[in-house]
């Protein structure tokens, strides 16, 4: 049951081909380049001006020991007001590097939530398929936040760490070139450590999170079935599932934190192994005169801001790698083909005549099974046909290909004697209405809900809608009325209620081509009627499709196409087709599938 596929969530090497995808993502921030421009400028003044600290505090000490070392600082008054100064400007650049990267990276991530959630909208049925919509959902949330770091904090940090390091290096050796080497020799065993070790520390921590997405499937799968769990009084069961992954979880980290720890000690021990061997060597450079105490100072303060700066690049690396992994996935929706580019021509409306002409169908997800071996249906305007057949005959099949969810693989549709292909796809739809078997509302008002079907509709064609639906009745007894929400915070509605919002829904879009797939449950008499009454005006001058569950929906159409091994066996009226003994319709009802 638990699937595994958070495990893709894995970082990335980074690689010329990796920091090409992550600069490609970075067309999102192209709009906001000006503003982008002036962030890094504050930034490379905040970080600078910093740098400034370490050379004043080391004038400092030598100011009160009576050296002047700079001529326009002569006293400790002046020199403090420096240091007051550096702070002052360095935090305004600070304010100002904050204010404006926030500003591009706020709207350059949502511009790119704008771009994932129209692709989402315009991509076909089959990408759903192939697809959970959990790991879509967290491509619009969790990746787009990876990001969002990415340009915010890692971006400027990676420069703030990278001009901290040159200049400080540079400062270091201009100031002091024996102490600078003795610092720099252990720079070469820090970063093979560093290689090594971030290696085998990411291929756990890859792990800790691969396991973790796993426990984190039983919660969505369970939360979204809470009913089945319930039924099948398997709450224990997946308790202990649950627990059984965590600990998983729990063994992974701790060893992966045992290598972390590691790992971070001997960084520590060599960093200020080699800040203690300069201070260690530096007094001794005081103590022979060669340097002052201030000039010490300020080279050991230099070194640990270095040594920050490179811890720093270190967790930088990680969070690059992460927006890789993240850009990745992001850029792969981005680039899958669209259904259509969302637009809004519109067609004529339709007369509603419907061919099925050889129609061959199998899903894109299971090519190997043909669904539709060589349908042939007439559909004239204005027509009722019932389509009947064994349970997986492929009923809902035909009705997705009429809704244009899939291409056919071979054969014609025609719709008006035109291929339903050459016609604009939103166009199209616009005049094809469902009233499907689960109604699925939306969690708004019931008004919003009708008006669904034709956002643009009136007050009061959305209540002739209600009216003609047979709900008005019931929408009136509620309190609120139109404005009543349903779904999870509202109220619930019944399955023959629903079934009518579904059906005022349609009036509204008032479609050429109707599509109904009748409930298999049954409602009670007088919903049952209610509904049959509400179905019978919709479908009044319109071209109607019904998936038929029940005997009297079948005698009630035109035709009935009785749908067997993926062909339409038969076609005819019921009491034509009752009579063929050997026949499909026949058997279907001799087994009292209707
Ligand atoms: N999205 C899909 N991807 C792959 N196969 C599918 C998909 N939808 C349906 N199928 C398969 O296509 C076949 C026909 O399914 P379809 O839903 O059209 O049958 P049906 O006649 O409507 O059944 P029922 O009366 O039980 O609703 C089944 O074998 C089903 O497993």
Not at 3 to 8: L, W
Not at 80 to 86: C, I, K, W
Not at 128 to 136: A, C, H, I
Not at 494 to 521: M, N, V, W, Y
């Amino acid at each position: 049951m638990a699937r595994k596929d958070s495990g893709e969530k894995k970082k990335q090497r980074l690689d010329k081909g990796s920091i090409k995808k992550l600069r490609g993502i970075f067309r999102f921030m192209m709009p906001y380049k000006g503003v982008f421009t002036l962030g890094l400028i504050s930034l490379f003044f905040s970080s600078t001006i910093l740098l400034a600290l370490p050379k004043l505090i080391g004038v400092l000490m030598d100011t009160a020991q009576g050296k002047v070392t700079i001529p326009w600082l002569p006293d400790l008054k002046s020199v403090g007001l420096a240091l007051m100064a550096v702070l002052l400007f360095q935090s305004i650049f600070s304010f100002l590097r904050v204010y404006f990267f926030a500003k591009v990276n706020e709207n350059a991530i949502a511009d790119i939530r704008k771009a994932l959630y129209q692709k989402f909208m315009s991509l076909p049925m089959s990408f759903y398929d192939k697809n959970r919509s959990g790991e879509l959902f967290s491509r619009i949330t969790s990746d787009v936040s990876v990001l969002q770091d990415t340009f915010s904090t890692t971006l400027a940090e990676l420069f703030r760490q990278i001009a901290t390091l040159v200049f400080g290096v540079s400062i270091l050796f201009y100031e002091n070139p024996k102490l600078s080497s003795i610092m720099i020799l252990s720079f070469p065993i820090l970063i093979i450590f560093a290689i090594i070790f971030g290696k085998f520390i990411r291929k756990l921590s890859k792990s800790t999170q691969d396991e973790l997405a796993n426990a984190n499937i039983v919660v969505e799968e369970t939360i979204q079935s809470i009913g089945t769990v319930k039924t099948f009084a398997n709450e224990d069961f997946e308790i202990k599932r649950y627990s059984s992954n965590l600990s998983k979880v729990v063994d992974i980290a701790l060893k992966s934190a045992t290598y972390k720890g590691t790992f971070i000690s001997f960084i520590i021990f060599v960093l200020m192994g080699g800040i203690l061997g300069v201070l260690w060597y530096g007094t001794y450079m005081v103590s022979v005169d060669e340097i002052s105490i201030g000039s010490l100072t300020t080279f050991v303060l230099y070194t640990m801001f270095i040594g920050g700066s490179l811890a720093g690049l270190g967790d930088i690396y990680g969070t690059l790698q992460k927006a890789v992994g993240a850009t990745d996935r992001v850029e792969e929706i981005l680039a899958a083909n669209s259904e259509h580019e969302i637009d809004k021509e519109t067609i004529p409306k339709l007369e509603g005549k419907i061919s099925f002409n050889n129609v061959k169908f199998s899903y894109p997800t299971r090519k190997e099974v043909e669904v539709l071996k060589g349908v042939n249906l007439e559909i004239e305007k204005g027509e009722k046909v019932a389509l009947v057949g064994k349970s997986g005959g492929g009923k809902s099949t035909i009705a997705h290909l009429l809704q244009r969810f899939y291409d056919i693989d071979s054969g014609e549709l025609l719709i008006d004697g035109k291929s339903s292909q050459d016609y604009n796809l939103i166009g199209f739809r616009k005049h094809v209405g469902v009233v499907p078997q689960e109604v699925l509302l939306f969690g708004g008002s019931i008004q919003e809900n009708i008006a669904y079907g034709n956002p643009e509709a009136s007050e009061a064609e959305i209540i002739e809608a209600a009216r003609k639906a047979n709900a008005l009745d019931f929408i009136r007894s509620f309190p609120e009325g139109m404005e009543t929400l349903v779904g999870e915070r509202g109220v619930k509605l019944s399955g023959g209620q629903r079934q009518r919002i579904a059906i005022a829904r349609a009036i509204l879009k008032d479609p050429a081509i109707l599509i109904l797939d009748e409930a298999t449950s049954a409602l009670d008499i007088e919903s049952e009627k209610l509904v049959q009454d509400a179905l019978e005006k919709l479908m009044e001058g319109r071209t109607s499709l019904i998936i038929a569950h029940r005997l009297s929906t079948i005698r009630n159409a035109h035709k009935i196409a009785v749908l067997e091994e993926g062909k339409i066996a038969e076609i005819g009226n019921h009491n034509d087709l009752i009579s063929e003994t050997d026949g499909a319709y026949a058997k279907l009802i001799q087994m009292q599938e209707y």
